[in-house]
């Protein structure tokens, strides 16, 4: 038995493209004196700023909506203690002083 194909197929369901998820968009972390700290999610920063632990300096375009209100999206936040950093020491390698160097010899000039 040969079963007849269809001239046209059904079509297939067409998904709009999702908007990016805006709470997994990037928020810059100041310490208390405005100094840079990290980069973290919008998720972090609100709750951050609703334990009380940060507040907003700058207010992003999107907005963070819940089923009794709208939050606008902060895209820097400031940290209300200060945080002491350890910094980061460059390790003392042969890449690293090529790097340094702009990948020239130090003899050969």
Do not use: H, W
Not at 67 to 75: D, H, I, K, L, N
């Amino acid at each position: 038995m040969i079963r007849a194909i269809p001239k046209n197929p059904p079509p297939e369901p067409v998904q709009a493209p999702r908007p990016a998820p805006v709470l997994d968009e990037a928020v810059l972390v100041l310490n208390q004196n405005y100094e840079p700290l990290n980069v973290c999610s919008v998720r972090r920063a609100l709750s951050l700023v609703f334990c009380g632990k940060a507040s907003s300096v700058e207010l992003g375009d999107g907005r963070v909506r819940t089923v009794c209100e709208a939050f606008p999206v902060p895209s820097v936040v400031r940290l209300e203690r200060y945080i002491r950093a350890p910094r980061r020491r460059v390790v003392l390698s042969k890449r690293n002083v090529l790097k340094r160097d702009s990948y020239q010899c130090q003899y050969c000039g």
